[in-house]
Protein backbone atom coordinates (compact mmCIF):
# COMPACT_ATOMS: atom_id res chain seq x y z
CA UNK A 1 0.00 0.00 0.00
CA UNK A 2 1.11 3.57 -0.62
CA UNK A 3 -0.33 7.28 0.78
CA UNK A 4 0.52 8.91 -2.89
CA UNK A 5 2.30 10.90 -1.41
CA UNK A 6 5.55 11.68 -3.87
CA UNK A 7 9.27 10.87 -2.32
CA UNK A 8 11.22 11.25 -5.31
CA UNK A 9 11.16 11.68 -8.95
CA UNK A 10 13.62 9.51 -10.95
CA UNK A 11 14.59 8.95 -14.17
CA UNK A 12 14.61 5.83 -16.49
CA UNK A 13 17.96 4.33 -16.84
CA UNK A 14 16.88 1.27 -19.75
CA UNK A 15 13.85 -0.32 -21.13
CA UNK A 16 14.93 -4.18 -22.29
CA UNK A 17 11.81 -6.07 -23.95
CA UNK A 18 11.84 -9.40 -22.39
CA UNK A 19 9.72 -12.33 -23.55
CA UNK A 20 7.45 -10.15 -24.32
CA UNK A 21 6.75 -7.74 -21.58
CA UNK A 22 9.49 -4.99 -20.22
CA UNK A 23 12.32 -4.78 -17.75
CA UNK A 24 12.51 -1.63 -16.27
CA UNK A 25 15.72 0.05 -14.75
CA UNK A 26 15.23 2.96 -13.00
CA UNK A 27 17.65 5.55 -11.41
CA UNK A 28 16.15 6.45 -8.01
CA UNK A 29 17.34 10.37 -7.64
CA UNK A 30 16.87 11.13 -3.79
CA UNK A 31 14.63 7.96 -2.69
CA UNK A 32 16.64 6.71 0.32
CA UNK A 33 17.40 2.91 -0.99
CA UNK A 34 19.03 2.35 2.17
CA UNK A 35 15.57 0.03 3.60
CA UNK A 36 14.85 -1.30 0.20
CA UNK A 37 15.63 -4.70 -0.76
CA UNK A 38 14.40 -7.55 -3.06
CA UNK A 39 11.28 -8.31 -3.29
CA UNK A 40 9.81 -4.97 -2.13
CA UNK A 41 7.13 -2.81 -3.58
CA UNK A 42 7.85 1.05 -5.19
CA UNK A 43 5.04 3.06 -6.77
CA UNK A 44 6.54 3.91 -10.40
CA UNK A 45 3.88 6.65 -11.59
CA UNK A 46 1.42 4.92 -9.20
CA UNK A 47 2.18 1.66 -10.65
CA UNK A 48 3.42 -0.84 -7.63
CA UNK A 49 6.24 -2.59 -9.20
CA UNK A 50 8.51 -5.39 -7.74
CA UNK A 51 12.18 -4.82 -7.52
CA UNK A 52 14.22 -8.04 -8.18
CA UNK A 53 17.70 -6.19 -8.63
CA UNK A 54 19.15 -3.73 -6.56
CA UNK A 55 21.98 -1.25 -8.01
CA UNK A 56 23.79 1.63 -7.01
CA UNK A 57 21.41 4.28 -7.27
CA UNK A 58 18.38 2.39 -8.27
CA UNK A 59 16.58 -0.65 -9.03
CA UNK A 60 14.76 -2.75 -11.73
CA UNK A 61 11.45 -4.34 -11.91
CA UNK A 62 9.67 -6.43 -14.05
CA UNK A 63 6.34 -5.01 -16.26
CA UNK A 64 3.83 -7.45 -16.86
CA UNK A 65 1.53 -7.08 -20.08
CA UNK A 66 -1.38 -6.23 -18.29
CA UNK A 67 0.25 -3.24 -16.25
CA UNK A 68 1.37 -2.59 -20.06
CA UNK A 69 -2.05 -2.46 -21.35
CA UNK A 70 -3.65 -0.50 -18.27
CA UNK A 71 -0.78 2.22 -17.59
CA UNK A 72 1.92 4.64 -19.17
CA UNK A 73 5.07 2.34 -18.25
CA UNK A 74 5.15 1.27 -22.09
CA UNK A 75 5.24 4.77 -22.92
CA UNK A 76 8.21 5.57 -21.56
CA UNK A 77 11.66 5.92 -22.66
CA UNK A 78 15.61 6.54 -21.85
CA UNK A 79 15.41 9.52 -19.50
CA UNK A 80 11.79 10.05 -18.83
CA UNK A 81 11.16 11.18 -15.52
CA UNK A 82 8.72 9.22 -12.83
CA UNK A 83 6.98 9.51 -9.48
CA UNK A 84 8.90 7.40 -6.98
CA UNK A 85 7.12 6.28 -3.66
CA UNK A 86 8.37 3.59 -1.48
CA UNK A 87 5.36 1.37 0.06
CA UNK A 88 4.51 2.87 3.14
CA UNK A 89 5.05 1.39 6.80
CA UNK A 90 2.24 0.72 9.18
CA UNK A 91 4.16 3.41 11.62
CA UNK A 92 3.91 5.97 8.59
CA UNK A 93 1.66 8.84 8.85
CA UNK A 94 -1.29 8.47 6.11
CA UNK A 95 -0.32 11.94 4.39
CA UNK A 96 -2.54 10.99 1.06
CA UNK A 97 -5.08 8.85 1.01
CA UNK A 98 -4.71 4.66 0.56
CA UNK A 99 -3.45 3.97 -2.55
CA UNK A 100 -2.99 0.39 -3.96
CA UNK A 101 -0.72 1.15 -7.01
CA UNK A 102 -3.33 -0.60 -9.54
CA UNK A 103 -3.87 1.22 -12.43
CA UNK A 104 -7.45 1.64 -13.04
CA UNK A 105 -6.89 3.81 -16.56
CA UNK A 106 -5.05 6.28 -18.46
CA UNK A 107 -6.27 10.10 -18.11
CA UNK A 108 -5.45 12.80 -20.49
CA UNK A 109 -4.31 16.35 -19.73
CA UNK A 110 -6.96 18.59 -21.32
CA UNK A 111 -5.17 22.12 -19.95
CA UNK A 112 -3.55 23.69 -17.46
CA UNK A 113 -3.87 27.43 -16.65
CA UNK A 114 -2.10 29.63 -13.67
CA UNK A 115 -4.70 30.32 -10.75
CA UNK A 116 -2.84 32.65 -8.80
CA UNK A 117 0.57 30.64 -7.50
CA UNK A 118 -0.91 27.30 -8.36
CA UNK A 119 -1.85 25.55 -11.59
CA UNK A 120 -5.29 24.13 -12.73
CA UNK A 121 -5.51 20.80 -14.31
CA UNK A 122 -7.88 19.66 -15.97
CA UNK A 123 -7.97 16.07 -16.96
CA UNK A 124 -10.40 13.78 -19.08
CA UNK A 125 -10.74 10.12 -17.22
CA UNK A 126 -12.20 6.75 -19.72
CA UNK A 127 -15.76 7.06 -19.77
CA UNK A 128 -16.03 3.50 -17.84
CA UNK A 129 -13.94 5.70 -15.03
CA UNK A 130 -15.68 9.06 -14.79
CA UNK A 131 -18.34 7.85 -12.19
CA UNK A 132 -15.78 7.06 -9.33
CA UNK A 133 -14.88 11.14 -9.93
CA UNK A 134 -16.27 12.70 -6.61
CA UNK A 135 -16.34 16.39 -6.35
CA UNK A 136 -13.71 17.01 -3.40
CA UNK A 137 -13.05 12.85 -3.24
CA UNK A 138 -9.60 11.58 -3.40
CA UNK A 139 -7.99 10.08 -7.12
CA UNK A 140 -4.50 9.12 -7.87
CA UNK A 141 -2.52 10.84 -10.73
CA UNK A 142 0.62 9.29 -11.61
CA UNK A 143 0.89 7.99 -7.78
CA UNK A 144 0.28 11.33 -6.59
CA UNK A 145 -3.11 11.89 -4.12
CA UNK A 146 -5.00 14.77 -5.54
CA UNK A 147 -7.91 16.30 -4.28
CA UNK A 148 -10.96 16.94 -7.21
CA UNK A 149 -12.01 20.31 -7.29
CA UNK A 150 -14.65 20.04 -9.71
CA UNK A 151 -16.44 17.68 -11.87
CA UNK A 152 -17.95 18.13 -15.60
CA UNK A 153 -18.79 14.74 -17.33
CA UNK A 154 -15.64 12.74 -17.63
CA UNK A 155 -13.43 16.06 -16.75
CA UNK A 156 -12.09 16.77 -13.55
CA UNK A 157 -9.82 19.68 -12.07
CA UNK A 158 -7.12 19.49 -9.87
CA UNK A 159 -5.28 22.04 -8.11
CA UNK A 160 -1.40 21.68 -8.16
CA UNK A 161 0.50 23.74 -5.23
CA UNK A 162 3.88 25.14 -5.86
CA UNK A 163 5.28 22.11 -3.51
CA UNK A 164 3.55 19.70 -5.66
CA UNK A 165 4.71 20.98 -9.08
CA UNK A 166 8.58 21.07 -7.74
CA UNK A 167 7.97 17.60 -6.09
CA UNK A 168 6.96 15.31 -8.88
CA UNK A 169 6.60 15.27 -12.61
CA UNK A 170 3.50 17.87 -13.05
CA UNK A 171 5.90 20.38 -14.14
CA UNK A 172 6.51 18.29 -17.45
CA UNK A 173 2.42 18.06 -18.19
CA UNK A 174 0.88 19.88 -21.46
CA UNK A 175 -2.07 19.76 -22.97
CA UNK A 176 -2.38 16.14 -24.61
CA UNK A 177 -0.10 14.43 -21.59
CA UNK A 178 -1.25 10.65 -20.54
CA UNK A 179 -1.38 10.15 -16.74
CA UNK A 180 -2.16 6.78 -15.05
CA UNK A 181 -5.24 7.11 -13.09
CA UNK A 182 -6.05 5.33 -9.53
CA UNK A 183 -9.75 6.05 -8.30
CA UNK A 184 -10.55 5.92 -5.12
CA UNK A 185 -10.16 1.94 -3.48
CA UNK A 186 -13.80 2.33 -1.51
CA UNK A 187 -15.40 3.55 -4.80
CA UNK A 188 -14.64 0.51 -6.08
CA UNK A 189 -15.72 -2.11 -3.27
CA UNK A 190 -18.89 -0.44 -2.48
CA UNK A 191 -20.11 -0.63 -6.33
CA UNK A 192 -19.56 -4.20 -6.21
CA UNK A 193 -20.88 -4.84 -2.88
CA UNK A 194 -24.21 -2.81 -4.06
CA UNK A 195 -24.65 -5.54 -6.96
CA UNK A 196 -25.08 -8.14 -4.17
CA UNK A 197 -25.81 -11.61 -5.13
CA UNK A 198 -25.58 -10.60 -8.68
CA UNK A 199 -21.73 -10.23 -8.56
CA UNK A 200 -20.88 -14.48 -8.53
CA UNK A 201 -23.33 -14.14 -11.69
CA UNK A 202 -21.11 -14.43 -14.93
CA UNK A 203 -20.90 -11.37 -16.82
CA UNK A 204 -21.58 -9.54 -13.98
CA UNK A 205 -18.97 -6.36 -14.04
CA UNK A 206 -20.32 -3.33 -12.82
CA UNK A 207 -23.69 -1.77 -11.50
CA UNK A 208 -27.36 -1.06 -13.80
CA UNK A 209 -29.94 0.90 -13.27
CA UNK A 210 -31.54 -2.01 -12.63
CA UNK A 211 -29.88 -3.17 -9.66
CA UNK A 212 -29.98 0.09 -8.43
CA UNK A 213 -33.57 0.19 -8.60
CA UNK A 214 -34.02 -3.10 -6.76
CA UNK A 215 -32.22 -2.01 -3.87
CA UNK A 216 -33.72 1.34 -3.71
CA UNK A 217 -31.58 4.01 -4.80
CA UNK A 218 -33.48 5.16 -7.73
CA UNK A 219 -36.96 6.86 -6.43
CA UNK A 220 -40.05 5.76 -9.24
Sequence with gaps: MFTGIIEAVGTV???????GDL?????????????VGLGDSIANN???LTVIEMSDNG????????TLNYSTLGELSTGSQ??????MQASARLGGHIVSGHVDGIGEIVSLAADARSTRFRVRVPDNLAKYIAHKGSVCVDGTSLTVNAVDGAEFELNIIPQTMAETIFS??????R????????????????QGDAAAEPGAGGLSLD???EHGYLKP
Design 172 to 177: TYRAGS
Design 23 to 35: RLKVNAGKLDMSD
Design 82 to 87: INLEKA
Design 46 to 48: GVC
Design 59 to 66: FSADVSVE
Design 179 to 194: VNLEVDVIARYLERLL
Design 13 to 19: AAMEQIG
Design 211 to 213: TLA
